[in-house]
């Protein structure tokens, strides 16, 4: 089946989804409680911030949209209000409706750099989407109308035949960069675009999910064929200058965010795995141009998307050790439960 | 309590109303969704639609309009259900018993306010405490700030109790704080726009119990350009509000944000004090200040004489320089040169400074006392590029004063020194005709070409260039000249017109007088002497009414020695702005290839100018080595003006037509002269070319036609080359 043809099964599943959240009233989340317990004694503090740990215990848009996810995922309404007061109160504050990327609990004021991330922006506005429907509530959905409209307006640009995805509003377009527009691919959130399309409409949302499938079919560097996490759209693809040029933290997440979105597209999921998978599950951060490996990540929650790849491709169950949830660091732990909700809800034959 | 109903009507009024100048559709809705919400009563819901029925009506709120209708709602009449509300206590008693006596007393003011027919408790702190144990946490996070965690603890009541409501009033507070706390941040972060959009959603912020919010709604205001929504948000606060600080600072922080008039606006409001005082008496010396400086920016403001005065007091009183200072600049934005002259002296004497010594200058200039000016000025020339565009004022004027004025050397050379570094073109120009007057040709050319060099466009320049050329005999430069002008200077190209004037100037012109040795720079044309008898050129006012450009960036031409470049280095180790000079300086010693490499490191320089200058000199370097296609791509490497672009790209055209041509590729020499045509009129050596190239194509007829037009112009290389095509053609029937 080609990835087109599942996008359009993804889509109709997703008109049929109000009804589905209407009968699964009730019913616990694809994040079981324990697992969201252990995630939230160590990475949510309690005024609602998601803790980055990994990054001197900051917070950005990107955790705090990870964190409603997961809230959502894990049926906590009271948790999404926590989460979503701090954000929407210390985040959500740019003149265009994005959210602040970053903030750093020991300056003043906090915020220390006002542009945005657009997948933080995808991600709080899917979690508002998904919770406005699940939990119905007209302001959750007015305020992903609000950030999804933003993000059309503000981040999605149309250059060289191709629709990208700006990571940022400043700082990454053709006028801002020798080579830009520069793109992160990993900040296409697949699953995030037909469900922000039932809040804003518009035809662009496919036009992002189709340049961005386009994208990572062409991104094949190196000896290992792997996308790198920073790419210049100027002509060719390429690596972005003043980036590492590897396949690295931000792009591991990307064979996880194909699966979530209901990828079966065998070649390129072969492809990245190959790309990136080392002993035992571990996953191999690369450099793009020579492929040799930077970083052997044996992180539990790195691991399990090598082994829900194995699963989706080769029907590989998964290994008991990643079935099992305990927290370790802010974003390996957050793709585990991710990945592992994936599992519950799509692949019971993986677990 | 009917006065306090007052109060708090009146000031939901006006917040409605400076609210709704942001977005009267969001405010209404917002208001209609509160009031529904919160189910404390019907005659509140009423009072609300009806302000903002009137908010909606009326631009500026009128406290007293309010005030008068809210006193009849206190007496029953337009408030027929408001008998028995549902009051709602639960704050009330959390802060009694936390002993919290404060909030306590706001909490019942506020209480007062909602429901007229409310009667606190006698002994507020002996009433019962909630025995709802949850609701009480929920208060005690929202005491101590922690929004997001009420949030929380509502949601999770509502998942375990199917159908529990938190208390209205809670809710209300909850949405207030938040939306107080995200305005607060987004004003810390510049975030204007939001700042407003909160602040429309949440009218009950925009009270005299928060003026920290409200003037940071009108500073938004007066950051997006909305000055009178801003003016509307300060008025609320002078009309409304009792805290003497925050008035005081009200009228502080609006006169510093709000333009003259509105100001005025605001300051009707000054209450007087019993004592006869004015409450904003002591403010009065800085907003005098503030309203001068405000003049000096706008010639055209009537500023009130009464702050004229008390600013002409203060320097009596207190002799402040920069008192001084204000009223100069106000005189002289008003042309009252005399009086300005006399404030900035003053500050001049009493502190000398940038500001007080332009001033100063420019009333001297007015005054075409331009020595004074000069010297008054030069300490401080690079004090700011305003000083330093005064002061090539005060020069270029000074140099253009007829008869010239006898200036000292040391004078005469600190002035070419400034020139120089700050690459003044009119400056330099008038330095060319000052040379002119003094009978110094050969500098005059030099300052002209200086002068073009950093103006390309500067016509004045180029006719004074062309004049001293003539004088000193370079026909070849004055046809050039003329070639670069054609079709922009009349009297460029009328220049020497006829044998006999130029016979008669010749005879009246026997010997220039050259008193100053020729640096290695001066123009290099020794040919015979061609002059003209154009009347001197009026050029003695043009600039003092047109400022001439200043910006200081680079040494040129007179300051380089020669010597200064011989020693062999390797340029990459120069600041850019050193290798910049070090590659006019091998340019002038004809070492182009060095040159070259010397402007690439000056490439590098972060200032654009400095680039455009690299690009050029790189340019102008290969092309004298004869390197065209590097010079094509060095011309290129940054913009450029257009005249230097259009002189780049003929020279480089026409080396390409040559070599081309001497390649014997004649087709190619004709797309060249063809590129080089739409650029720039034809030189006549290179009309002679494109007729080779016919001949050499055995195109006969356009060869001679091309030759014919040149030989009329007497050019005998072009009458050769008639005789060259007849001789082609007499053999070509032999062949």
């Not at chain 2, 290099?524 to 050029?539: D, F, K, L, W, Y």
């Amino acid at each position: 089946m080609t990835w087109r043809s599942v996008l359009l099964l993804a889509l109709g599943l997703v008109v049929a989804l109000p009804q589905g959240h209407a009968k699964a009233e009730g019913r616990s989340g694809t994040v079981s409680a324990e697992d969201w317990q252990s995630y939230k004694a160590k990475f949510l503090d309690p005024g609602g911030r998601i803790v980055d740990d990994g990054n001197g215990g900051i917070s950005h848009s990107e955790g705090q949209g990870y964190g409603l996810l997961l809230a959502v995922l894990a049926d906590s309404s009271a948790d999404f209000e926590l989460i979503w007061s701090f954000t929407r109160r210390e985040l959500l504050l740019r003149n265009d409706g994005l959210a602040a990327w970053k903030w750093s609990p020991s300056e003043k004021p906090h915020v220390i750099d006002i542009n945005n991330a657009t997948d933080g922006d995808i991600l709080i506005a899917y979690a508002l989407t998904l919770a406005g429907e699940r939990w119905k509530r007209k302001d959750y959905l007015a305020a992903a109308a609000k950030i999804a409209k933003s993000i059309l307006d503000e981040t999605v640009a149309e250059y060289g035949g191709r629709t990208l995805l700006l990571p940022g509003v400043a700082g990454f377009s053709a006028g801002d960069r020798d080579d830009g527009p520069v793109v992160n691919p990993s900040y296409w959130v697949f699953e995030a675009f037909p469900v922000l399309n039932r809040v804003a409409p518009s035809p662009k949302w496919k036009a992002l999910q189709d340049g961005g499938q386009a994208m990572l079919d062409a991104l094949q560097f190196g000896p290992r064929k792997m996308p790198a996490d920073w790419v210049s759209a100027r002509t060719r693809l390429k690596p972005a200058q003043g980036f590492p040029v590897e396949f690295g933290y931000n792009a591991l997440r990307i064979p996880l965010y194909l699966v979530r979105a209901g990828s079966d597209d065998t070649a390129l999921l072969s492809r990245l795995r190959e790309g990136m998978l080392g002993e035992d599950g571990d996953l191999l951060l690369s450099d793009v141009a020579t492929g040799s490996v930077r970083a052997t990540l044996n992180d539990p929650g790195y691991q399990f998307v090598n082994h829900i790849l194995a699963c989706v491709i080769e029907r590989v169950p998964l290994p008991e050790r990643v079935k099992v949830f305990s927290p370790t660091q802010y974003y390996p732990s957050t793709l585990h439960l991710l990945g592992l909700s994936y599992a519950k809800e799509k692949r019971p034959e993986c677990l | 309590m009917k006065s306090s109903t007052v109060v708090i009507a009146g000031i939901m009024f006006t917040a409605v109303g400076i609210a709704g100048f942001a977005d009267d559709g969001l405010l209404r809705r917002n208001l209609g969704a509160a009031s529904g919400a919160s189910g404390s009563g019907e005659g509140v819901q009423e009072a609300s639609f009806g302000l903002v029925d009137k908010g909606a009506r009326s631009t500026v709120p009128e406290y007293q309009q309010v005030a008068q209708n809210t006193q009849q709602p206190a007496a029953g009449t337009t408030r027929p259900q408001a008998a028995a509300p549902v009051v709602d206590e639960s704050a009330l008693r959390y802060f009694a018993s936390k002993g919290d006596t404060a909030r306590l007393q706001a909490e019942i003011s506020r209480l007062r306010a909602l429901y007229p027919d409310w009667t606190p408790p006698k002994d507020p702190l002996a009433v019962p405490r909630n025995k709802d144990v949850q609701l009480e946490t929920m208060w005690q996070l929202y005491s101590e700030g922690r929004y997001a965690e009420v949030r929380k603890a509502i949601a999770e009541r509502q998942t375990a109790e199917t159908g529990w409501k938190p208390p209205a009033d809670l809710l209300e507070r909850l949405n207030v704080a938040e939306a107080r706390a995200r305005l607060v941040n987004s004003s810390d972060l510049k975030q204007y726009e939001t700042v407003i959009e909160v602040a429309a959603g949440t009218p009950s912020l925009l009270t005299c119990s928060e003026v920290d919010v409200l003037w940071r709604v009108a500073d938004a205001f007066v950051q997006t350009d909305r000055p009178d929504r801003a003016r509307d948000a300060y008025l609320y606060v002078l009309k409304n509000c009792e805290s003497a600080p925050e008035r005081l600072a009200t009228v502080q922080k609006a006169v510093s944000g709000l333009p003259y008039d509105m100001a005025q606006e605001l300051l009707a409001f000054e209450r007087t004090a019993p004592g006869g005082v004015a409450e904003f008496e002591s403010l009065r010396d800085d907003l005098a200040r503030r309203f001068v400086a405000e003049g000096d920016g706008d010639g055209k403001l009537a500023v009130d004489p009464k702050y004229i005065q008390r600013l002409e007091r203060l320097v009596e009183t207190e002799g402040l320089a920069s008192d001084a200072l204000l009223l100069g600049w106000y005189q002289l934005r008003r042309d009252n040169m005399a009086p300005a002259e006399q404030w900035f002296r003053r500050a001049h004497d009493k502190e000398d400074s940038a500001s007080a010594s332009q001033g100063l200058a420019l009333t001297l200039i007015a005054r075409k006392a331009h020595e004074d000016a000069e010297k008054v000025l030069y300490p401080w020339r690079d004090a700011s590029q305003d000083a330093k565009a005064t002061y090539f004022a005060a020069t270029a004027n000074l140099l253009a004063i007829e008869p010239p004025v006898a200036l000292s050397e040391e004078v005469l050379a600190r002035i070419a020194q400034e020139t120089t570094k700050g690459r003044d073109p009119a400056t330099a120009q008038q330095f060319g005709w000052y040379a002119r007057a003094m009978e110094q040709p050969a500098t005059a050319a030099q300052w002209f070409t200086t002068a073009l060099r950093w103006k390309p466009d500067d016509e004045p320049s180029a006719y004074g260039l062309a004049l001293s050329l003539s004088q000193l005999g370079d026909t070849a430069g004055v046809v050039e000249i003329q070639r670069q002008w054609a079709g922009r200077s009349e009297r460029i190209a009328r220049l020497g017109e006829t044998e006999e004037e130029r016979r008669d100037a010749i005879a009246r012109q026997q010997q220039p007088p050259v008193r100053e040795p020729v640096p290695a720079t001066a123009v290099q044309r020794t040919e015979p002497v061609v002059v003209t008898r154009q009347p001197a050129p009026q050029t003695t006012t043009r600039y003092v009414t047109e400022q001439p450009v200043a910006v200081a960036r680079q040494p040129q031409r007179t300051v380089r020695s020669a010597t200064g470049c011989r020693t062999s280095i390797n340029p990459a180790q120069l600041s850019p702005q050193a290798a910049l000079n070090r590659g006019w300086c091998l340019m002038d010693l004809n070492r182009p290839l060095e040159a070259a490499e010397a402007f690439e490191v000056a490439l590098q320089a972060p200032a654009s100018q400095m680039r455009e200058d690299a690009a050029y000199g790189q340019s102008l370097a290969y092309l004298r080595a004869g390197l065209t296609n590097k010079a094509a791509v060095a011309a290129t490497r940054s913009k450029q003006s257009r005249g230097r672009v259009e002189e780049l790209q003929s020279a480089i055209l026409a080396d390409r037509a040559i070599a081309a041509f001497d390649a014997k590729r004649y087709r190619e020499t004709l797309i060249f002269l063809d590129q080089l045509g739409q650029i720039s009129t034809q030189r006549t050596d290179l009309m002679v070319l494109r007729g080779y190239a016919y001949l050499n194509l055995k195109r006969y007829a356009e060869a001679r036609r091309i030759f014919e037009a040149v030989a009329a112009t007497g050019n005998r290389d072009a009458q050769r080359a008639l005789a060259d095509v007849s001789k082609a053609q007499e053999i070509w029937p032999n062949k």
